[in-house]
């Protein structure tokens, strides 16, 4: 008899490194002077955020052979996220990114992530297709298509699981990975064909589409091959769309920001968490949003991830009404 393969409720695959913060916001990066060292990466992020919030959680993806590498496998471990296809590559440091913290909307980032990443090195032959089947939700991001071997194992992983369960798209478009949009457009395109569920912002629907306005961004991505569409839009919240015609465009809730980097992770996190409890499709993106607005209100990006309760008392105040009888999140 075949051995059962792991179950996890999500499966992440992607992008990991080290996230250097500064300690001092309104600074440029040339006269900082202290920083906080934090787990960091996309996948890596979205599986700790789907893990505070209950869920059994695990990432794809590669290290430096170095101290950094060790960091991460120990951070992982202790936010409850399972590493065991977390592997060194010797012949590539472990990344790290510093960011500048201008709030409340300027927040630029910094990849070292040269010659090549590690998360890059990943290879078709050593996926776990039945675990990967096997999970309640396997994510993806467009990061993992811009370099060889990790194209080929992603758009290879998509296929094995065959839009089994729930398969997110993460379109997670950095510019500073890719020659230009074009190159990126086809591989975007297959893996849409694969997925369930794609989520990103207006740029990153727009290098996926080749639209911007929301509601044709939602349109073509249902054409695309997905069965939700989920478009952030920024100060104007979310919108989301299903093939069966349910959609939910949903305020932001406002916080004062701190650091809004990882609040798209914590987004998706909670996204996965929602659509693995089955909730309809407005309290999914509320909680999602809230949870987004959580970790922009804090400087780090993984150790900010919030508790389903945090969440909860979150969507409470901001339902609390307003001095002239509003509910304060809209």
């Given at each position: 008899?075949?051995?059962?393969p792991?179950y996890?409720?999500?499966?992440t695959?992607g992008?990991?490194g080290?996230?250097?913060y ?18 960091g ?5 979205v599986?700790?955020a789907a893990a505070?919030?209950?869920?059994s959680t ?6 430096g ?6 960091y ?8 409850g996220v ?8 010797a012949a590539y440091?472990t990344?790290v ?8 909307d300027?927040?630029?980032l910094y990849f070292y992530r ?17 675990a990967?089947?096997?999970a309640?939700?396997f994510?993806?991001?467009g990061t993992?298509?811009?370099e060889?071997?990790?194209r080929t194992a992603?758009?290879h992983a998509?296929?094995a699981?065959?839009k ?5 798209f993460?379109?997670?478009w950095?510019?500073m990975?890719?020659?230009d ?9 297959e ?12 740029d990153?629907c ?7 306005e929301p509601?044709?961004c ?6 695309a ?7 952030k839009?920024?100060p ?11 959609r939910?465009?949903?305020?932001p809730v ?7 980097l990882?609040?798209g992770d914590?987004?998706g ?15 999914t ?9 959580l970790?922009?209100s804090?400087?780090?990006c993984s150790s900010?991830?919030?508790t389903?309760?945090?969440v ?5 105040r901001a339902?609390?009404?307003?001095a ?7």
């Amino acid at each position: 008899m075949a051995d059962t393969p792991q179950y996890f409720d999500l499966v992440t695959m992607g992008r990991i490194g080290v996230d250097l913060y500064p300690l001092q916001t309104g600074v440029p990066l040339s006269q900082v002077e202290t920083f906080g060292k934090f787990l960091g990466g996309s996948a890596a992020n979205v599986a700790v955020a789907a893990a505070r919030l209950g869920r059994s959680t695990a990432v794809i993806t590669r290290t430096g052979d170095d101290p950094f590498g060790a960091y991460l496998h120990e951070a992982l471990k202790d936010f409850g996220v399972d590493d065991r296809w977390v592997t060194p590559v010797a012949a590539y440091p472990t990344p790290v990114t510093f960011c500048e913290i201008f709030p409340p909307d300027d927040f630029p980032l910094y990849f070292y992530r040269r010659p090549k990443a590690p998360d890059l090195e990943i290879h078709p032959h050593e996926l776990d297709l039945p675990a990967i089947r096997a999970a309640g939700v396997f994510w993806i991001t467009g990061t993992g298509l811009s370099e060889e071997p990790s194209r080929t194992a992603t758009l290879h992983a998509l296929q094995a699981r065959d839009k089994a369960g729930t398969t997110v798209f993460d379109l997670d478009w950095r510019p500073m990975f890719w020659r230009d949009p074009d190159q990126a457009r086809p591989y975007y395109r297959e893996a849409l064909r694969h997925a369930t569920v794609a989520v990103g912002n207006l740029d990153e629907c727009e290098v996926a589409t080749g639209v911007r306005e929301p509601e044709r961004c939602a349109e073509a991505l249902l054409a695309a091959g997905v069965e939700l569409a989920v478009v952030k839009q920024g100060p104007r919240g979310v919108l989301a769309v299903h093939q069966d015609g349910t959609r939910a465009e949903v305020p932001p809730v406002p916080v004062e920001v701190v650091n809004g980097l990882g609040a798209g992770d914590a987004f998706g996190g909670s996204l996965c968490h929602g659509l693995l409890s089955g909730w309809d499709l407005e309290r999914t993106m509320r909680h999602a949003n809230a949870a987004g607005a959580l970790v922009a209100s804090r400087l780090a990006c993984s150790s900010a991830m919030p508790t389903g309760q945090e969440v909860a008392d979150l969507l409470a105040r901001a339902a609390e009404p307003d001095a002239a009888g509003r509910p304060n999140q809209s």
